[in-house]
């Protein structure tokens, strides 16, 4: 078990790998919460705070590599195994994976539910690097004590087939993909509640560096629902929003996702391979409804027309592409026909009843508060508002010991932390 040794605070990387036996520090207070952050109980965490906001942490970890405890202002800690756990808006503290909130839960066993479930895990070995063994796996639990209301997920984005294509040597190109709700009644088949959406889930693949989900209603841009402006493939995880957010019948729902196809010299199309690209934002809501998915993707033909390419049909537009000269003009081309060319917007129920309509991609405003959905939900406050105040000692009991063959047992690595962390994530208002 290898944790990346970066502590973040505002502008300072902090390595903690102080090897001393500091007997001498002053026996700490007893902490109220615990949790083992992995199935094997190799690692452990105790933690809790006072009044005056400041929060301890112990953390316990058998294993013969880097301990640290790490803070990011984004949420990401690039190359790190796992990530501690995050502070509320309202101050309080988690150490936990994700959880559902108390008004919601996945509901099973009903004519309504899926029948059944379906692990699906893509194994990516680029360097063919030999002898690698997965140990993933799944824990579900179930309960009959059911909660208020069944959730739902609702899948919008780009349309992956057939015409999701991004250039090569693009330092940025964004795709649009429009989600319209305005047949969402007729296709449930009674009147759907309006959805209130508590978390997302933002989905790309290698060459994605961000995503923005935004809300319409007749035409003006609601909010930003969530975003991500540093998206990173190996940390994708459900988040919660700040607050829970209503999407009505009639919202308009805009997935803008940036990709980097720097390192690329070919189209990258989209599908499900993770060097193909995907654009896609799930949103987790309740009470649930009959529909699906609800996602949206440029006529390609205009955006070949606008390449100086001519095509007949969808098919003929893709293979148009191939024989456009990329270059950062022809890219921003791209990604303006792209932009303006008329949306179909396909909407899917959960029967597979399928409807199309079509729409337009409206412009995005960035309000200075928007900001704050920089960051998951996980982490409500801003970075330049984390003030991470290290007061008590950095202790890491360890034996620097080089290699593993000579260590007799797991060392035991305790590190105690005590600092202070200043929540003002109040002032991040839309
Ligand atoms: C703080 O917010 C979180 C997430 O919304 C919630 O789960 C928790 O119960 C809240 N805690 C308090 C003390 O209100
Ligand atoms: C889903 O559709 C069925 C009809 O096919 C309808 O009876 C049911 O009420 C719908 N469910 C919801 C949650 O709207
Ligand atoms: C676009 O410009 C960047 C520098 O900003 C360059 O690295 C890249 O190669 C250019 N892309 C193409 C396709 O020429
Ligand atoms: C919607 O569009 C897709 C892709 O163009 C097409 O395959 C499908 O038949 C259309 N569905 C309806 C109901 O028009």
Excluded at 22 to 29: H, T, V, W
Excluded at 49 to 65: I, N
Excluded at 95 to 110: D, K, L, R, V, W
Aim: hydrophobic share 40%.
């Amino acid at each position: 078990m290898k944790i990346m040794s970066l502590l973040w605070t505002k502008s300072f990387l902090f390595l903690l790998s102080i090897p001393c036996l500091c007997s001498s520090q002053p026996l700490p207070p007893p902490l109220r919460f615990s949790a083992f952050l992995d199935h094997s109980n190799m690692i452990f965490l105790r933690w809790d705070h006072d009044a005056e906001e400041m929060m301890t942490f112990e953390l316990r970890v058998h294993t013969t590599g880097w301990v640290a405890f790490g803070f990011s202002p984004h949420g990401e800690l690039p190359g790190s195994d796992i990530v501690v756990g995050g502070v509320f808006p309202n101050g309080s503290i988690y150490f936990s994976s994700y959880q559902f909130p108390n008004e919601a839960a996945i509901s099973i066993g009903t004519p309504m539910d899926p029948q059944y479930i379906r692990l699906e895990i893509h194994y990516s070995n680029f360097d063919l690097i030999p002898g690698l063994n997965d140990n993933s796996g799944i824990r579900l639990y179930y309960t009959p004590d059911l909660r208020p209301n069944d959730m739902g997920v609702l899948q919008t984005g780009v349309f992956t087939f057939p015409v999701h294509f991004i250039p090569p040597g693009a330092d940025t190109y964004k795709s649009y993909g429009l989600c319209k709700s305005s047949q969402f009644n007729e296709m449930n088949g009674t009147p759907v509640p309006d959805l209130k959406v508590f978390g997302f889930l933002l989905h790309t693949h290698l060459a994605g560096r961000g995503l923005k989900v935004v809300q319409y209603r007749n035409g003006e841009q609601v909010r930003i629902i969530c975003e991500d402006n540093k998206y990173d493939f190996s940390l994708q995880e459900t988040r919660d929003l700040k607050e829970v957010i209503t999407i009505k019948v009639g919202d308009e729902i805009l997935v803008e996702c940036n990709f980097q196809t720097l390192d690329r010299t070919e189209i990258t199309f989209g599908g499900p391979s993770t060097l193909n690209e995907m654009c896609l934002a799930f949103l987790f809501y309740y009470p649930r409804n009959n529909i699906s998915s609800c996602m949206g993707y440029p006529d390609i033909q205009q955006i070949a027309y606008a390449l100086g390419q001519e095509a007949s049909d969808a098919m003929e537009g893709m293979i148009a592409m191939n024989y456009v000269e990329w270059n950062n003009e022809t890219i921003k081309n791209a990604e303006k026909a792209a932009k303006e060319a008329d949306q179909i917007v396909m909407i899917k129920t959960i029967d597979e009843l399928q409807k199309n309509e079509s729409g337009i991609i409206r412009d995005i405003t960035i309000s200075e508060s928007g900001l704050c959905h920089d960051i998951s939900g996980h982490l409500g406050v801003r970075g330049s508002q984390v003030t991470a105040n290290l007061q008590g000692a950095a202790a890491v009991i360890s034996q620097a010991l080089s290699t593993a063959e000579i260590l007799p047992l797991p060392l035991l690595l305790l590190t105690q932390l005590a600092f202070t962390w200043l929540l003002t994530s109040s002032q991040c208002r839309i």
